[in-house]
């Protein structure tokens, strides 16, 4: 018998180990490029194999550790990761490498801020500062002469943060089946393919799509027999659940056809693997329950605390401490009507606290979005920076009945929270609101110029986007947007 511990437990040594310093690669794949490049002889006795930057605190921390791409074919050394916005470019030096011996290498600056047009020769003044606010072009002539190569280089600079959040309004759509009379309107993904079921009062209709940002979506009206809990809908990979207006449970392969499941529920709260979670009430007694129960299921009374209604979506949240899979929910209002801060997680057969809530700023909120999505860190003393898994909460009510502005995350799987400062922040654009539905989506990028290089760069990726779907404003209406935003450093160029 495999033991397992408690999953405050888990969670707890989780945020433990992750407070030790972090070790982190340079590199998202193999350190050592292994791809094979080919040059005649003759292009070889002007190839440039390596630029860096030489190292100037004064300048920026680790300014020497900036990678610099480098495009033989098209003559071309940049930085594809930019130095963070306002660096000071005009006077740096820099150190570079050739393949062979070199008879010359000049740079030819122009059109700089400080530095007047000039000719610097590398080779015989390697230790003189350059300034890279214009033009710069690095000439190679090989050692026989017979040979001469221009290389462009730019040192790029942000002109925005990176590491900001953003929902350009340009990149608001409008939401899917909406209609200004309609009552409910939950998007969900099963499976493979995104739902979205909304109710006018009198008739239902399911929506279909492969992606979030389909434009069109296959609609398909629904003849419902009971009167749904719109805001209810949930889905695993096979299947969407719901309760109507008296509690009853059905469930449906693709929203067209329902079929009761013989149980009654106070709420439903998510979904873990193929079965669905919700709480049972009698006499003012609140029990966990779950359909299909699995062997030896015990419906056992909920803990002191915890949310038996209006907590934010269940989302699964995986980690390498504990054997099973992970689910959590925010907030919510427990059995005495108080509005909840509390994380609570479920590991397939018990629910535990997460959050440190001594040390959590994470406030009181009923409705609110729970989603996994991405930040940045660096390694101490270089220049690189590495994706993390973060926990972010946005939307919901406050306590007092208004509506949460900003954003909360967590690095720690739940168990601490900080407060998203200016640039991860919701924007004023966008409108304050509580039970939106988020989805991250990925879409592939290209990487505007060449592709063929001395050292090994990536020409495609994929870029995760993030999709807020509809939500209710404080006047209880349905906000009829679907708002697409990104971490903007993953809209970047990888490094490598």
């Known amino acids: 018998m495999i033991n397992k511990a408690p999953l405050y437990f888990v969670l707890a040594m989780a945020l433990m180990l992750l407070s030790l310093p972090a070790l982190i690669s340079c590199n998202d794949k193999d350190d050592d490029d292994n ?5 005649s002889e003759s292009e070889q006795t002007t190839l440039v194999t390596s630029f860096s930057l030489q ?13 610099f791409t480098i495009d033989y074919d098209n003559g071309l050394i940049y930085n594809a990761d930019s130095l963070p916005v306002g660096t000071d470019i005009s006077a740096l030096k820099v150190t570079v490498n050739f393949l062979n011996t070199v008879n010359s290498a000049v740079f030819n600056i122009t059109g700089a801020t400080e530095q ?4 610097i020769n590398y080779t015989t003044s390697m230790t003189k500062s350059l300034d890279f606010t214009g033009k710069t072009v690095l000439t190679v002539t090989s050692a026989d002469q017979s040979q001469v190569k221009d ?12 590491d900001s959040l953003v929902f350009p309004q340009s990149w608001r759509r409008d939401l899917p089946g909406y209609q200004s009379n309609l009552m409910g309107h939950k998007a969900v993904k099963q499976g493979d393919v995104y739902r979205i079921l909304t109710y006018d009062g009198s008739q239902c209709t399911i929506l279909t ?12 009206l629904v003849n419902m027999l009971f009167v749904p809990q719109v805001q209810t809908l949930v889905a695993t990979s096979s299947a ?10 059905y469930t449906s392969t693709d929203g067209t056809e329902w079929t009761s499941c013989g149980v009654t529920w106070y709420s439903l709260l998510g979904t873990y693997d193929d079965r669905v979670l919700g709480v049972t009430g009698d006499n003012g007694v609140y029990y966990h329950d779950e359909y299909p129960h699995t062997e030896g299921f015990v419906s056992n009374a909920v803990e002191d605390g915890f949310p038996i209604a209006h907590a934010s979506n269940m989302i699964q949240a995986n980690n390498q401490w504990t054997l099973s899979a992970q689910v959590m929910i925010v907030g919510g209002v427990d059995s005495e009507g108080r509005v909840l801060s509390d994380v609570w997680g479920y590991d397939g057969s018990q629910w535990g606290k997460i959050n440190n809530i001594h040390s959590s700023v994470l406030p009181a909120l009923t409705d609110a979005t729970l989603f996994s999505y991405y930040t940045y860190r660096t390694a101490s003393g270089v220049r690189h ?8 909460v946005m939307g919901g009510k406050r306590s007092d009945g208004s509506l949460n502005g900003s954003i909360y995350l967590s690095n720690t799987q739940g168990v601490t929270w900080s407060v998203g400062d200016s640039t991860l922040c919701q924007p ?35 870029c995760p986007y993030l999709y807020l779907f509809g939500g209710y404003n404080d006047q209880q209406s349905l906000l009829p947007n679907v708002w697409r935003g990104v971490y903007l450093r993953m809209t970047n160029t990888p490094v490598y």
């Open 209 to 220: 799509a492969a992606a979030p940002n389909q434009g069109m979506w296959d609609t398909q």
């Open 428 to 462: 004023e654009h966008m409108p304050k609101f509580y039970g939106a539905q988020a989805f991250v989506y990925n879409e592939t990028l290209t990487a505007s110029g060449a592709n063929t290089r001395v050292q090994s760069a990536i020409t495609t990726w994929e």
């Open 116 to 119: 007047a047009d000039t000719t």
């Open 240 to 249: 969407l659940y719901i309760l109507d207006v008296d509690g009853v449970l």
């Open 55 to 67: 190292a100037d605190a004064d300048v920026l921390a680790n300014l020497d550790s900036v990678h």
């Open 35 to 39: 791809t094979v490049y080919t040059y």
């Open 151 to 162: 290389y462009d280089i730019k040192v790029l600079v942000h002109k925005v943060n990176p």
């Open 385 to 392: 920076y590495t994706r993390q898994e973060t926990l972010y």
